[in-house]
């Protein structure tokens, strides 16, 4: 944990070698959570489970404002880069399957948005645009949203990552679920 601390301090002043430090580092935990997101992908996904992580491990490090300042704080960005990974495939799907520029209904119950997630390409749009909103609204509830949903962590692991009681995340998960689901009704 202190290695890749150090390292991302590294990467962050502008030390090229140190990239390639970080990847066998978190490489691994990477390929889980990506595995465990791509599991629930709907049949007939193209995006594969190493793409994805090769993908937001680059986003990860090409990124102009890096500034993360612990393990904790790197892991929610993947989160964060694997959520928007996916969406943008499932946008790219719907603008060739079906024009995409149509209103979508949200047709799943927020009440089972769970660490995993399994949703169709519509479902993922709109949750993605309900996490738009809730961000501005407050960040802290959706990066509880990002980690456990997108990253698939539980709220323990949250809780800690974020610096926060379980309590305060379960809390937290509670009250942006609730606002999800009136938000996504409200859609429909």
């Keep these: 944990m202190a290695d890749v601390t150090r390292i991302l301090n590294a990467i962050e002043q502008g030390d ?34 190493t793409a994805l992580v090769h993908e937001a491990y680059l986003r990860l490090v090409e990124a102009k404002d890096q500034n993360w300042n612990s393990r904790g704080h790197f892991f929610k960005a993947a989160a964060e880069a694997m959520r928007r990974i996916l969406v943008e495939s499932a946008r790219r799907k719907e603008r060739l399957k079906r024009g995409g520029d149509l209103m979508k209904e949200a047709n799943f119950q927020i009440d089972t948005l769970e660490s995993q ?34 990253a698939g962590l539980p709220l323990g692991q949250v809780a800690e990552i974020m610096s926060v009681s379980g309590r305060t995340a379960e809390r937290h998960w509670s009250f942006a679920r609730a606002w999800l689901r009136r938000e996504l009704r409200a859609q429909e």
């Design 16 to 49: 090229a070698g140190a990239t390639e430090e970080l990847l066998p580092l978190v490489y691994e935990e990477l390929r889980l959570l990506a595995a465990q997101k791509m599991s629930q992908e709907p049949p007939g996904q193209t995006l594969e489970c």
């Design 117 to 150: 997630i399994n949703l169709s390409t519509d479902d993922l749009i709109a949750l993605d645009e309900a996490l738009t909103r809730l961000a501005n609204e407050d960040s802290a509830l959706t990066e509880v949203v990002h980690l456990h949903c997108f």
